[in-house]
Structures are given as structure tokens and as C-alpha cells.
């Protein structure tokens, strides 16, 4: 109807529309639809600009959800550091405390020593003036004086090495104990060939002593042939070599005579037993006969034994015959082996006394050796 009115020819009439119909004028109409086009406008681009603003915060919504996420991890992880910063900040606190202390007990030693130091330097000047009176107390030697002190304290004393009654091998110096040891073996081997009494002897009227005898003789003639045949090899074929020759072989063919005794005694009173201690006998007086070192380094029990046993004193009778030395040591061994020879000459009278009683026992023994 407005633009059926404005074309109309009354509508074209200025002065009748400004006078009666239409008070407002035709400039400011435009302009207020100018404006309202313009507000259209922009209401236009800004519902756009909404659209777009609201499709954008759509696309980075899940952008800011992991910003969320990401900025809760580093806070859990801050509040951690936190933590750990607290437990560093205490430790940190301990070690100030035990370096405060450190420092106190460096401050105490530091005192002292200086102190010591005082004290070492007061000793060293001590020590000093002690030294400086010394090396005026040392007296002053001449060069002969020098020289003679020298030869003392290189040569402080002198020894005078004398051997009496060496030997001139070591062979020698052992023959004292290998012999008597051949003879006393020599003396058990006899007795294991020959009877120490003859039964049919201990059958007939003769006396006790002359049985005993008759069973001694032969072991005797072999033991005598033993010691010579012994010390002719020693002297002639191993050049053994003694001052007293004709003692040597008297007191050789003396032990050999007392050894062959003892074995006939043992074994005419104990039968095959005696042997058995004839041989327990060999070795007692292999340690106790002092052939190979002195009875006085040995046990207590084996020097009780020792004077108690032949070989002893045949190995130190036959020791000063081969090498020298007093003769008077020579007759006492001798005289001792006499001894043992009596002891066992009357051991072989009894056992003849005694083997002239007959049993069922002995005439059908259960074991003969």
C-alpha cells in the first residue's frame, strides 16, 4: 500500500505529504533502512562468525581435553617433585648438621696437633742437644786403633775345631753299629738251623750244664766263623782300618759269642717264641744302641732301655776300637757283655733242667715250630 501511495500523483506532491500525511522526511527513512540493512548485515556475519567460532570450539574440544589430562599428569608429577624436593631439602639439612660437626671435631684435632707439634718441636731441640752431647762423648781412634776394631767386630771370635778320634770315612764311623747288628742277626739264623738242646741229650744222665753246653758249642764255632769272616771283609775288601786290630777282632768274636748265647737261652727256654723275642729285642736296640745319633736326644723310655740291652755296649766298645779313644771304656763294655753271657749261659742250665720233664703235652705237641 506504501508503494501503491507513492506512485500515486498525490504521493508525488511534497508539500501536501509534508504538510498533512507523513510528518516524518524522506532522508531519514533511508537512513534508518540503511541502517537497518546494515544492522541485518552484520547480524548476518555475526550469526557466521558464531557458526564458525562454534565448529571450532567443536574441533579443538578434544584438544583441550588432553590439555586437561596433560595438565593433571604434571601436576600428579609436580606434586611428586614436591616430595622429593622436601626429602632432599631434609637430607640436605642432615648433612649440614654432620658437617657442622665434622667441622668441630677438624676444629679439635686441628688444636691438637698444634699442640703436638709444640711438643714435637721441644723434642727435636731436646733430641738435638742430646745427639751434640753424645758426639762429644765419642772418643776419637787412631788408624791402628780403627783398624784393630774393625778385625774385632768382623772376627768377634775364633774357633778352634779339634776332632778326637776322627775316622777317615763315614763307613768307619758307622761299622761300630752295622756289626754288632750282622752278629746279633747272625746269632738268630744260627738257632733257626740248630737246636738249642738236644733231646736226646736232655734223654741221657748228663748234667743240666753240660747239655746246655753241648747245645752252645756249635752255635759258638759258627759264631766265631761269622766275626771273622765279617771283619775280613771289612778290613780287606772295604778297607776298614782301626789302631787296635787284635782288639777289634777279640772283642768282635766276644760279642759275637755273647749274642749267640743270649739266642740260645731264648729259644731253649721259650721254643719258637724266643726267637719271636730275639727279633722284638733287634728292634728295641736299633733305636736304643745310639749307632746312628746320641741315647741323650731320645725319649725318656729308650735311655731307661738302653744300658738294659747287649748292642749298646758292644756298639761303644766297638766305636773306641775303630776310631780311638780310652781303652778303659773298651774293658767296661766288655765286662758288661760278660754279664749278659753269665746271665744267659744260666737261662740255657735251666731250661736243659727244666726240659728234662716229659708231659703227654710235650711228647705230642699241637703245634711245633
Request: net charge negative; no cysteine; aromatic share 6%.
Amino acid at each position: 500500500m506504501l508503494d501503491a501511495w507513492l506512485t500515486s500523483p498525490e504521493s508525488r506532491d511534497d508539500s501536501r505529504l509534508t504538510s498533512t500525511r507523513w510528518p516524518l522526511p524522506v532522508a531519514s527513512l533511508e537512513r534508518s533502512a540503511a541502517t537497518v540493512s546494515q544492522g541485518a548485515a552484520d547480524l548476518s556475519g555475526g550469526l557466521a562468525r558464531l557458526s564458525d567460532g562454534t565448529a571450532a570450539l567443536a574441533a579443538n574440544t578434544p584438544g583441550l581435553r588432553d590439555g586437561i589430562v596433560s595438565a593433571s599428569g604434571g601436576a600428579a608429577q609436580l606434586a611428586t617433585g614436591a616430595d622429593t624436593l622436601s626429602a632432599g631439602a631434609t637430607e640436605v639439612s642432615g648433612g649440614a648438621a654432620s658437617l657442622s660437626d665434622g667441622s668441630s671435631q677438624a676444629y679439635d684435632g686441628a688444636t691438637s696437633l698444634e699442640g703436638g707439634l709444640g711438643r714435637l718441636s721441644s723434642g727435636s731441640q731436646d733430641l738435638a742437644q742430646q745427639l751434640d752431647q753424645g758426639a762429644q762423648q765419642v772418643p776419637e781412634y787412631t788408624e791402628g786403633q780403627r783398624a784393630e776394631l774393625g778385625d774385632v767386630a768382623s772376627s768377634p771370635v775364633a774357633i778352634e775345631r779339634t776332632h778326637d778320634n776322627a775316622v777317615d770315612a763315614y763307613g768307619e764311623g758307622m761299622a761300630p753299629y752295622f756289626i754288632p747288628l750282622a752278629l746279633w742277626v747272625g746269632g738268630m739264623v744260627t738257632y733257626i738251623v740248630l737246636r738249642a738242646v738236644s733231646p736226646r741229650a736232655l734223654a741221657s744222665t748228663a748234667a743240666s750244664w753240660r747239655v746246655s753246653a753241648a747245645g752252645y758249642l756249635q752255635g759258638a764255632l759258627l759264631a766265631v766263623l761269622q766275626a771273622l769272616v765279617l771283619l775280613g771283609i771289612l778290613m780287606a775288601g772295604v778297607g776298614l782300618t782301626t789302631p787296635h786290630p787284635v782288639g777289634l777282632l777279640a772283642f768282635t768274636i766276644l760279642t759275637a759269642l755273647v749274642f749267640t748265647a743270649i739266642h740260645q737261652s731264648l729259644v731253649a727256654l721259650l721254643g719258637g717264641v724266643g726267637r719271636l723275642v730275639a727279633l722284638v729285642l733287634l728292634m728295641l736296640q736299633l733305636t736304643t744302641a745310639g749307632g746312628t745319633y746320641p741315647v741323650a736326644t731320645e725319649p725318656g723310655f729308650f735311655q731307661f732301655l738302653s744300658p738294659l740291652l747287649p748292642m749298646t755296649h758292644a756298639v761303644t766298645g766297638l766305636r773306641h776300637l775303630i776310631a780311638g779313644g780310652d781303652p778303659g771304656v773298651v774293658w767296661l763294655a766288655a765286662g758288661q757283655l760278660l754279664v749278659f753271657f753269665v746271665l744267659a749261659a744260666a737261662l740255657s742250665v735251666v731250661a736243659s733242667h727244666r726240659g728234662r720233664s716229659w708231659s703227654m703235652e710235650k711228647l705230642h705237641p699241637s703245634l711245633a715250630i
